[in-house]
């Protein structure tokens, strides 16, 4: 009996089967790709070591940057809705 290579199965709808783990991986990077691209928005923003020390000490304190900084928006535009 000859031996054959396991093949992983993804979970859901489409239970497509993968040859290689590496084959897997390119193709859940792929969707994550498209998803993202579709759905999300990247902004850089650059600060100046000196001149913006305050700012990055902050940013540097807080668990997630992300988070706090969408918080202080957020906040921003419901004070300027209740003036």
Avoid at 31 to 37: E, F, I, L, S
Avoid at 68 to 77: G, S
Wanted: hydrophobic residues 30%; proline residues 0%.
């Amino acid at each position: 009996m000859s031996k054959k290579k396991k093949t992983e199965t993804r979970g859901g709808a489409h239970n497509v089967k993968y040859k290689t783990e590496k084959q897997r991986k390119k193709a859940i990077f792929a969707r994550n790709n498209a998803w993202n691209k579709e759905n999300t928005r990247c902004i850089s923003v650059r600060y100046n070591l000196k001149n913006d020390k305050e700012i990055l000490d902050k940013l540097d304190s807080v668990a997630n940057k992300g988070d706090y900084i969408r918080q202080l928006i957020l906040n921003d535009i419901h004070a300027k809705k209740e003036e």
